[in-house]
């Protein structure tokens, strides 16, 4: 079974407004990985926050991580027209080096 | 930089036939990963290969499927024989340190079985 579920699977927002997704695990992890991927593409690596922070920031994205809940949000602020994609969650399972995907969250920014 | 690169990105295949899926990782990179991605399923991993070493192929689904990685700069999937139920994009990813650092993925092959 996968390790990340995503919350919510779909998500539409109009351009300039917030967008969360929420992802959440199963088992102890050594870091988290946020991947976007845009339809036909490969996934492109967003953010990584290890087991041992609590927020991350890269530009417009933030990122946090609740160990204790075994959870992790993705926020994208001003979100614009080029955010459409799916965004996926990705864990390493404590004492192994497998990256384990999430189901992923669809985003739609209409302009 | 040209990245991970792919081919074919596309294929097209009966029942029964035999695929092989190309990788060339970026280089310097020194693990490799492939993955599938199905609407049903996600995207899961196959196996993985670290120094041109396989890791972990837990997640390679039958026999009919082989991987190999003879040399640090490609990898080969193979079907054999192909069946429609494998139907689906298969990806391949390097990454420059340990397995659990960011990895970077190639565009994707999507393969329909008929």
């Known amino acids: 079974s996968q390790q990340g579920e995503e919350d919510p699977q779909a998500l539409s927002i109009q351009e300039g407004e917030n967008a969360t997704m929420n992802c959440s695990y199963k088992t102890s992890i050594n870091n988290l990985q946020w991947y976007r991927q845009n339809s036909g593409r490969g996934l492109v690596h967003l953010i990584l926050i290890r087991s041992n922070e609590r927020e991350k920031h890269s530009g417009r994205l933030r990122v946090t991580l609740d160990t204790s809940k075994k959870s992790s949000s993705l926020l994208i602020t001003a979100s614009r027209a080029a955010d459409t994609a799916s965004y996926f969650c990705?864990?390493?399972?404590?004492?192994?080096?497998?990256?384990?995907f999430g189901t992923g969250t669809r985003l739609q920014v209409f302009p | 930089d040209a990245g991970v690169i792919q081919s074919p990105r596309h294929e097209v295949t009966e029942m029964g036939q035999e695929v092989t899926l190309r990788c060339k990782p970026i280089s310097g990179h020194n693990s490799l990963f492939w993955y599938r991605q199905t609407m049903m399923r996600g995207l899961e991993l196959l196996i993985y290969f670290n120094n041109n070493v396989p890791i972990d192929d837990s997640g390679m689904p039958e026999d009919r499927f082989s991987a190999k990685m003879p040399n640090a700069s490609f990898s080969t999937l193979k079907i054999q024989p192909s069946e429609p139920r494998d139907s689906a994009v298969y990806f391949c990813a390097s990454t420059p340190g340990t397995p659990s650092y960011e990895q970077y993925f190639g565009p994707g092959t999507r393969l329909t079985v008929t």
């Open positions: 990705a864990t390493t399972y404590y004492n192994t080096d497998k990256l384990i």
